[in-house]
């Protein structure tokens, strides 16, 4: 199993971004991406299902990131829309096994995890 992140860079606030998460190895009933500042912990972001395209977001992104997945490409997205700094962290995307909503937004129950990718917004 293999998760592979991508698309963090430098930008400005007010500025978009869009990270990608290839996935390879077995299937997956969701994939998430989170997030961790330094000094903080790993915090929630996004989840969406593989098959029905169910979106889950935390309230700090909601309206400004939009989850995404092609299951052509076994891609998820995470495009960042009107950026801050305080959305600079590393963004990691791990995938869900089960089918519990209520579950994909606790990193807990991520069975596998890509390594993360640099997100910084200057002000």
């Known amino acids: 199993v293999q998760l592979q992140a991508s698309g963090g860079g430098l930008v400005q606030a007010g500025d978009s971004l869009r990270l990608s998460c290839a996935a390879s190895g077995r299937t997956f009933n969701a994939v998430g991406w989170f997030r961790q500042a330094p000094g903080t912990e790993l915090d929630f972001v996004a989840a969406?299902?593989?098959?029905?395209?169910?979106?889950y977001y935390s309230d700090s992104v909601k309206g400004r990131f939009t989850i995404s997945r092609d299951n052509a490409k076994n891609t998820v997205y995470l495009q960042m829309n009107s950026l801050k700094p305080e959305d600079t962290a590393v963004y990691y995307c791990a995938a869900h096994l089960g089918h519990y909503s209520s579950t994909y937004y606790n990193k807990v129950y991520y069975s596998y995890w890509g390594q993360g990718t640099q997100v910084t917004v200057s002000s």
């Open positions: 969406v299902t593989w098959s029905g395209g169910s979106t």
